[in-house]
């Protein structure tokens, strides 16, 4: 079982950048495909990106492409989701997500462990 703690959220204004991090509790971090979501107040949860145990494999949901990078480090058993020109839609709870194997990721169900989460808020 891996423990997954989520960090970098807060208060941005629209256009401004906001790096994500996910944590693992120990070097298994290293073994597990990561996805993040989002949710907002009222709405379901959704995928946001993915990125396989390795990092040779990425994929974003289309309302973040080109704008959201997701990487990792096993070394320091971290993921990271690099979020550029926020938008108020982008406002939500954050989470990380730990897949055991590989399945399809951008379903919620498909993943073992989950985080607390961390809030993002983009003000006008």
């Known amino acids: 079982q891996v423990q997954l703690v989520e960090s970098g959220g807060g208060l941005v204004q629209t256009g401004a950048s906001r790096r994500l991090s996910c944590a693992g509790s120990d070097s298994a971090f290293s073994i597990y495909n990561i996805g993040w979501f989002r949710q907002a107040p009222g709405k379901e949860r959704e995928f946001v990106a993915y990125i396989n145990w390795g990092g040779a494999r990425t994929d974003y949901a289309d309302f973040v492409k080109g704008r959201f990078t997701i990487s990792r480090n096993n070394a320091e058993n971290t993921v990271f989701l690099q979020m550029n020109s926020l938008k108020p839609e982008d406002t939500a709870m954050y989470y990380c997500?730990?897949?055991?194997?590989?399945?399809?990721?951008?379903?919620?169900?498909?993943?073992?462990?989950w985080g607390q989460g961390t809030q993002v808020t983009v003000s006008l």
């Open positions: 997500a730990a897949q055991a194997r590989e399945s399809n990721y951008y379903e919620a169900r498909t993943y073992d462990f």
